[in-house]
């Protein structure tokens, strides 16, 4: 149990494109989201928290107008990478708990390359 | 903030046992979590020791927690080529806070 699945799992696209990808909790309700940023050979950084129905609660130094969250519904979160740039290129990996305190479990990440 | 520290590599030799540590700072962590991430790939959760356990065995995994140092470990027994990847733990210090160490690269070696 406590799949997530993350759609998709490798973009390649021009500068100035804007990019989604989706998270989904196929076997549970995902009251929280989680979406990550991991740069090569390091930790994952929490870019933001979103509860579902709600706005989502953005880290520290995190554009929210360049990473757009929508937790529309209890199985799906999308995070959009509006006129991404060659920075913005990443391993995007989000993650999904339950109601309470619950351990998170992960998608399989995302790996966004901006020409 | 918290701080979760972990060291960088660890080779063993196929059916040796690996330890990989893992430190941190605050005290009021309530779960630490093990992670597994192979290359290109997400973050599997192994398991997890609530705050007040000492120890906690799930088949070939056995997780130490010493609440008083702040030191965890993960211990895999029989380790096997396919446990070559990168380990992180993690602290959470609330609902939402889950603070993850620098991750360790375990190189099983055959």
């Known amino acids: 149990g406590a799949v997530v699945s993350q759609h998709p799992s490798w973009v390649i696209c021009k500068s100035g494109t804007s990019v989604k990808i989706e998270c989904r909790s196929l076997d549970f309700q995902a009251t929280t989201m989680f979406w990550y940023r991991q740069f090569p050979k390091q930790s994952l950084m929490l870019m933001a928290t979103s509860n579902e129905g709600s706005k989502a609660t953005y880290e520290q130094g995190v554009e929210k107008d360049k990473f757009l969250i929508n937790h529309a519904s209890l199985t799906l979160s999308t995070l959009t990478v509006t006129s991404a740039h060659p920075e913005d290129s990443s391993f995007y990996i989000c993650s999904a708990r339950d109601v309470g305190v619950q351990p998170q479990h992960f998608g399989d990440g995302t790996r966004l390359s901006i020409l | 903030g918290e701080d979760v520290e972990q060291s960088l590599f660890l080779s063993v030799r196929e059916g040796d046992s690996s330890v990989i540590n893992c430190t941190y700072t605050?005290?009021?962590?309530?779960?630490l979590y093990w992670y597994k991430q192979e290359p290109g790939a997400g973050l599997q959760l192994l398991t997890y020791?609530?705050?007040?356990?000492d120890m906690k065995q799930d088949q070939r995994l056995t997780v130490l927690l010493n609440k008083k140092d702040k030191h965890l470990s993960l211990r895999i027994a029989d380790t096997q080529t396919g446990d070559s990847a990168i380990y992180f733990c993690?602290?959470?210090?609330?609902?939402?806070?889950?603070?993850f160490g620098t991750g360790t690269r375990l190189t099983v070696i055959p």
């Open positions: 993690a602290d959470q210090t609330g609902a939402n806070n889950l603070f």
């Open positions: 605050d005290s009021s962590s309530t779960y």
């Open positions: 020791i609530f705050s007040n356990m």
